[in-house]
């Protein structure tokens, strides 16, 4: 099924609850075409509401404008907005089998009865639900009503598709699996895609750019391995992974270094008023104790199947998490060498401009 | 250890107690209609004249009841599916009075709004002297049962997302209202409608009030029987109510079983 390529700009949006409350603040965002977006970020960040002012369920404020390609559909209901969109719990009309549900958008268009049934097939081939056409919502189990919902929101051709936290009401193991599944069909469907979800695993195997939100704007957006790799917002950082929060003394924030044990690791100057830096546990690396290392003791060591979870203890530092390999011979009351690369190290705070 | 199911002997007698007390003046009222002389008891012989003389006198009354209670839904129907449609959207403090106002006549006696609507509508003679005015008093009165329960289905979340998707497919207004939220809260409808007939069918205050010598209900004529005949004839009214009414209502409720599994969200 080939579907449009649409872009999606949205300018200056902001949308503001009757109440006073500020769901959004004034945002912009360009989604390329073809691309698959995800909003990330905690509850309450303002993702669902973005993703509400996309779809045409709310209306921004005044002085927002939303772009679909060169048509301006701000002021559009979501009736005509030519959107997709699979909701949280799927939505699908219980009353209705597989094939109506998915057909419903065309039945509502007028389109041919012959053209449905072609397309519904179609779709039917492409989610995988062949021999359950005839079934009610509540026959199907919870990936078979993802792939139901997701095939019902693509069936009208939407220029745009909307997914609202489309794999929270699977279990754990299920949403693994599905997530590969999603990514794979979006990828077939090659269409433009906003994804909103809270679950950082779930977006970067999903999305192929993500825009990490927090208290109704867009921290940063870029493509997951950068945002992991080069955060350019402790918030970033600390969301999208574990970290490790080591202390600076003033003396060590005069000196532009970060004492580790007997080491100290040089740090820009422009983190002269950085009280504490981040640090990913898989950033540290363990090695023999040795005089031009770190010394730390191991206090804790907690086997979590394919990897195992070291707390280091090292002088003026809280207790530190380690991640190593599951064969690792460490065990609580060694003495550990710990080497850090000083590029892995992150601001704790923001660097004001 | 004692499962739940496993009932205690002193609970099940005391089960057995109040429900030979609940059963005891059915089955003496019901046996009061076929006896031939109640004061002098079994002794006087079974027979079924008492049924055919309230049949001959009041056999108008069972049709006129059943017909009053199915108009009278149809009515709660038209008019309170989007009237509760309505009140589960609206977030005003208007539609939260409003309701409030729709379930004042549950509260209020039946004779006090019957004598409302005297006041204001009985000057109309053609409506007065209808059935249609007493048709009017059942829906005032059943209204808020249909508007409550299917209120409450329209209400849930889930109802809110089916209403987004079909508004994200493209559905105007009337599309989905009538192809999507009704059929979702179709089991409400159908208990709403079922709670309606039955309230319509043995409602007595108002009609009471209301009806006129040729616009008489069940109930009514039943009140009118118990005053002015024989007991036995009172007691064979009420087994004519049972035979007639009983079948009726559980046919409607295993209509509203099928509906409900074949359509179950």
């Known amino acids: 099924m080939e579907l449009e390529r649409t872009r999606v700009d949205i300018v200056q949006c902001a949308k503001t609850y009757p109440d006073g409350t500020r769901g959004l603040h004034p945002t912009t965002l360009h989604i390329e075409p073809g691309e698959v977006l995800a909003l990330l970020g905690p509850s309450g960040c303002g993702k669902t509401t973005l993703l509400r002012l996309i779809a045409g369920l709310e209306l921004p404020d005044e002085g927002s404008r939303l772009l679909f390609g060169d048509t301006d559909v701000t002021r559009l209901p979501i009736e005509q907005r030519g959107v997709g969109m699979v909701f949280q719990h799927y939505a699908l009309f219980p009353h209705m089998t597989v094939a109506a549900n998915i057909g419903y958008g065309l039945r509502l268009r007028g389109a041919p009865v012959a053209e449905q049934r072609r397309v519904v097939g179609e779709l039917v081939d492409l989610v995988r639900l062949n021999g359950l056409e005839h079934r009610r919502p509540a026959e199907l189990s919870g990936g078979q009503r993802q792939r139901v919902a997701l095939a019902r929101a693509v069936a009208v051709r939407p220029r745009v598709l909307l997914l609202d936290e489309p794999l929270t009401a699977l279990d754990a193991k299920l949403k693994e699996q599905l997530r590969d599944e999603l990514a794979e069909l979006l990828r077939r469907l090659h269409i433009t895609a906003v994804h909103v979800t809270h679950d950082q695993q779930e977006a970067l195997a999903i999305a192929d750019r993500l825009a990490v939100m927090q208290a109704g704007r867009i921290v940063q957006v870029g493509d997951g391995e950068t945002l992991y790799r080069r955060p350019e917002h402790p918030f970033v950082a600390t969301f999208l992974g574990r970290v490790n929060r080591l202390q600076r003394d003033e003396d060590a924030r005069r000196r532009h270094v970060l004492k580790l044990g007997r080491i100290e690791l040089p740090c820009p100057p422009v983190w002269g008023d950085q009280p504490q830096l981040l640090l990913r546990p898989e950033d540290i690396e363990l090695c023999e104790a040795r005089p031009d290392v770190a010394e730390a003791q191991v206090m804790q060591r907690r086997f979590l199947g394919e990897r195992v979870q070291l707390s280091l203890s090292l002088p003026h530092q809280p207790l530190i998490s380690v991640d190593v390999d599951r064969d690792h011979p460490a065990r609580a009351g060694d003495t550990v060498g710990v080497r850090v690369a000083p590029q892995c190290l992150m601001p704790a705070e923001a660097i004001s401009a | ?265």
């Open chain 2, 1 to 265: 250890m004692r499962t739940p199911r496993q009932a205690s002997p002193a609970l099940l007698a005391l089960t057995a107690l109040v429900a030979l007390f609940m059963l005891a003046p059915m089955a003496m009222s019901v046996l009061a209609g076929l006896l031939n002389n109640y004061s002098r008891g079994l002794k006087s012989g079974l027979t079924t004249r008492w049924l055919v003389e309230v049949w001959d006198t009041y056999g108008g009354t069972v049709l006129a009841s059943l017909g009053l209670a199915g108009a009278c839904v149809l009515a709660c129907l038209l008019l309170g599916v989007p009237c509760a449609y309505a009140l589960a959207r609206s977030r005003s403090r208007w539609a939260r009075l409003f309701e409030e106002l729709l379930t004042l006549p549950v509260a209020v006696p039946g004779l006090a709004s019957a004598l409302a609507l005297i006041l204001t509508y009985g000057a109309w003679q053609g409506l007065r002297q209808s059935y249609g005015f007493v048709l009017i008093g059942h829906i005032v009165f059943t209204l808020p049962f249909m508007v409550r329960t299917v209120g409450a289905a329209f209400q849930r979340d889930e109802l809110r997302s089916l209403e987004e998707a079909a508004r994200s497919l493209g559905a105007r207004f009337d599309q989905r209202f009538l192809g999507v939220l009704v059929p979702a809260v179709l089991p409400a409808i159908v208990s709403g409608c079922l709670m309606v007939f039955t309230l319509s069918v043995g409602e007595f205050n108002l009609t009471w009030m209301l009806h006129t010598p040729l616009t008489r209900t069940l109930p009514v004529g039943l009140a009118d029987s118990y005053a002015s005949m024989r007991l036995e004839v009172g007691s064979a009214y009420t087994l004519v109510f049972l035979l007639v009414i009983l079948p009726v209502l559980w046919g409607l409720q295993g209509l509203g079983r099928l509906m409900e599994k074949h359509l179950g969200t």
